[in-house]
């Protein structure tokens, strides 16, 4: 029987270019963008809100860890370094003598961070699939180490009765199937152009009504009509009712939430795939090398009620996602 591993590495990818957030991001890392925490009322950096939620689920959910456990991997430009490394790694450029108490505790949690962050440049920016390959050898070095793989310009609000986030019900379950877990939210199929689509199987487990844990078939990169036909990806009456989801006029689909708990096999479906010249658009594409590890039963899927992703990597979505974060609403 294999050993079991506790989760306790993170990667998560920042190295795009912003252009959906220029000028601001022609100076600044989008990953820098302030956002106001509502938990203590402070303005952060997204990249920070990110890692203290992480590294907070994985402690809560993990009690026979500490902060000195966990290590975080960031993908990013050469050009985003020295922004990233005065952040996480210098001490404020005034004395935090005689400030209120929750601006030391703040520089206390950044350089806490910083002991615990690697940072690895994406050479070319070549896809998320490279991206999170840059980190093998690199930061994963462990054939059998669990890691999770979150994005560096979303940030996640849920409403559960239970309390919990999406990010400590993937991390419970990965430690009791000890496999992948996969977050699943839905789209309209209007939507399949910009998305990564998933087919799932049968239900394994109903988590206090509000957490869905179930089996999946397979996973299609920003399918056509055609493929969402061809893999019956459009979900059903029966997977309606299952995920407890209203219908809507436009057909539905199972899509990526944004958060995956991976092992390294994903490692030699990417380095395959780079191999073969498996691109999408001149990308190497994570999903491409999730699919035969899906496929063969290797991961599950996670649909959590009254939780919510929002995004920070364009202007007016990035407006809305300072309300709705602050707010925490779904």
Not at 247 to 255: A, F, N, S, T, V
Not at 290 to 302: F, H, K, T
């Amino acid at each position: 029987m294999a050993e079991r591993r506790n989760l306790k590495k993170v990667i998560i990818p920042i190295a795009g270019h912003g252009t959906r957030m220029f000028p601001a991001s022609k100076v600044i890392p989008k990953a820098l963008f302030p956002i106001v925490d509502p938990k203590d009322k402070l303005c952060k950096p997204i990249l920070q809100v990110i890692i203290e939620e992480t590294v907070d689920a994985l402690l809560s959910e993990q009690t026979n860890l500490s902060v000195n456990d966990i290590e975080i991997c960031i993908v990013l430009q050469e050009t985003q370094k020295p922004l990233i490394e005065q952040f996480f790694f210098e001490e404020a450029p005034f004395s935090m003598n005689n400030k209120p108490i929750e601006l030391q505790n703040s520089m206390k949690r950044i350089s806490q961070i910083g002991k615990r962050l690697k940072l690895v440049v994406q050479k070319e920016q070549l896809g998320f699939g490279h991206a999170v390959l840059c980190c093998w050898e690199t930061f994963i070095t462990d054939p059998n180490e669990p890691f999770l793989v979150l994005l560096g310009d979303h940030v996640y609000t849920s409403r559960t009765k239970s309390g919990l986030s999406c990010l400590q019900y993937m991390i419970r379950t990965y430690n009791k199937y000890q496999k992948g877990v996969v977050s699943l939210s839905t789209i309209v199929e209007d939507e399949t152009p910009s998305n990564g689509v998933l087919k799932m199987g049968d239900i394994i487990e109903n988590i206090n009504n509000e957490a869905l844990i179930t089996s999946l078939v397979t996973t299609v990169e920003k399918p056509t009509e055609e493929q969402c036909n061809t893999h019956a990806l459009y979900l059903t009456d029966k997977e309606f009712k299952e995920l407890n989801i209203k219908q809507q006029e436009k057909r539905q689909l199972l899509c990526y939430f944004g958060i995956d708990i991976l092992t390294p096999k994903v490692f030699d479906e990417l380095k395959s795939n780079w191999e073969k010249k498996v691109f999408h658009k001149g990308e190497l594409n994570l999903r491409d090398g999730m699919r035969p590890i899906i496929e063969e039963d290797g991961m599950v899927g996670i649909y959590v009620q009254a939780t919510s992703r929002h995004d920070t990597g364009m202007p007016l979505e990035y407006l809305q996602t300072l309300n709705d974060y602050f707010n925490q609403n779904i």
